[in-house]
């Protein structure tokens, strides 16, 4: 689980930074409203899922993360098991958010 304080990121969340979490592709499912389901591509290799319904950004699938999707935390129904251990893209956060924890934190987005 990551923290993304790119700049898609925060249009896409309407807010400072996006909560995120990698996870392999082979063993998510979206349990419902997959009809709903619609996407675009926001940059070369990336192409970002939403709800065409309400409009919440749901999941992105990267070319340079083959294997592994990026799933918004805010559309989780349960806890996770996880927290976020990272800042990714802290050279493009918002002047106005200050970062006032331990966790690591990335210029940019590191290498998978």
Known sequence: MYYCHC?????????SFATNMLVNEADFVVRSG?????SHQSSPGEQRYFCSGCGSP?????TARQGV???????????????PT?????????????ICD??????AEPEP
Request: with cysteine.
């Open 7 to 15: 700049s898609m990121c925060r249009k896409a969340s309407g807010s």
């Open 34 to 38: 997959e009809d709903l389901v619609s």
């Open 58 to 62: 749901l999941y992105s699938r990267a």
């Open 69 to 83: 999707i990026s799933v918004r935390c805010g559309t989780l129904d349960d806890d996770p098991p996880v927290r």
């Open 86 to 98: 990272e800042h990714f893209h802290v050279g493009s956060k918002a002047a106005w958010f200050d």
């Open 102 to 107: 331990h966790v690591r934190q990335y210029e």
